[in-house]
């Protein structure tokens, strides 16, 4: 059975920065990666994509230009580098693809 586990979450300030990864019990090196986010009383968003080799990303409006999404395909990792973070971005993050979805690990940006 595919695991999804992230990691890198935490309290931090605003404008500050965090890496979340997300390990993988396999491989998913065909498969584009998704970042979600649900924040306190609000469904869950979509916040960013990578495919299989890297060549495509995506990002939703609110994270563009400060949020990167990567990926290393032979440590099975998703990656998500996030600056300039405001407490908007406060929220449990989680990494998906296919029907596989993490626990999720938890952002809190305080002002």
């Known amino acids: 059975q595919v695991q999804l586990v992230e990691s890198g979450g935490g309290l931090v300030q605003a404008g500050g920065s965090l890496r979340l990864s997300c390990t993988a019990s396999t491989s998913f090196s065909i498969y584009t990666m998704n970042w979600f986010r649900q924040a306190p009383g609000k469904e869950r968003e979509f916040v960013a994509s990578?495919?299989?080799?890297?060549?495509?990303?995506n990002y939703a409006d609110s994270v563009k230009e400060r949020f990167t999404i990567s990926r290393d395909n032979a440590k099975n990792t998703l990656y998500l580098q996030m600056n300039s973070l405001t407490p908007d971005d406060t929220a449990v993050y989680y990494c998906n693809y296919k029907d596989y979805w993490g626990k999720g690990t938890l952002v809190t940006v305080s002002l």
């Open positions: 990578i495919s299989s080799h890297s060549r495509f990303v």
